[in-house]
């Protein structure tokens, strides 16, 4: 059963461009979620964070979008550069806290110079 | 540079064998959390530790089990490996608490042969 679902396992985009990642969910306890940005060999870094009392959070070029009713989430990266290529994946907890994080699968994005 | 430090960065045990992972918590966080990634997933909540006190389990066999020190650095232990066990495994710490985040350490790479 999977709770969190990142249904593209890759994404590929021009340097520059826009980068769009999705993120569903179906537990309507979650109501905290999380992006992690994993290169090989490291562990998962912090990218940006979002609670259910609000739709929308950014920080520099990353934004992340929240539609609770669809249960959805995306992040949007803009502009996307090279550095950016790297697994994302999406978080979400219950009790507006990092207990117990459920991650979805991830997206693999590779940014095209 | 997150400050979570993980020991051995691979390791590779017999099967029916046990081993020891080890996490050394970033500076200031009170809460650890283990967590498994098998290949092609997102990485799978084990348990917390919350002030030395297993706070939160996810749906692993008592044969895996953990300990959190009072310097808030931590154990994971797993009895009778099995070739399934074979993952990245990756400590997690924080502060307890409302909109906080998790910082991941880079991971311990088991084989179970």
């Known amino acids: 059963d999977q709770q969190v679902k990142q249904n593209s396992p890759s994404l590929s985009v021009q340097e520059g461009r826009i980068s769009i990642l999705n993120c569903d969910y179906t537990n309507s306890m979650f109501d905290y979620f999380l992006w992690y940005k994993k290169y090989p060999a490291e562990g998962p870094t912090f990218l940006i964070s979002i609670s259910s009392i609000k739709d929308k959070n950014e920080d520099g070029r990353f934004t992340v979008f929240l539609n609770k009713s669809a249960k959805h989430l995306s992040l949007h990266i803009v502009p996307s550069q090279p550095g950016d290529s790297a697994v994302y994946f999406c978080a979400a907890s219950a009790n507006f806290g990092n207990e117990k994080l459920t991650f979805g699968t991830g997206t693999r994005l590779t940014i095209i110079p | ?113």
């Open chain 2, 1 to 113: 540079e997150t400050g979570v430090t993980q020991s051995p960065t691979h390791l590779i045990k017999t099967r029916g064998q046990q081993v020891t992972l080890r996490c050394s918590s970033q500076s200031g966080h009170n809460t650890v959390s283990w967590y498994q990634q098998a290949l092609g997933q997102g990485p799978q909540f084990i348990f917390q530790y919350y002030r030395e006190e297993e706070n939160g389990r996810g749906n692993f066999p008592p044969r895996f089990s953990g300990l959190q020190f009072p310097n808030y650095s931590s154990e994971l232990n797993v009895n009778a490996l099995e070739l399934d066990d074979s993952a990245l495994y990756l400590c997690a710490s924080s502060l307890a608490g409302l909109y906080t985040e998790a910082f991941f350490g880079q991971g311990t790479r088991l084989t179970v042969v």
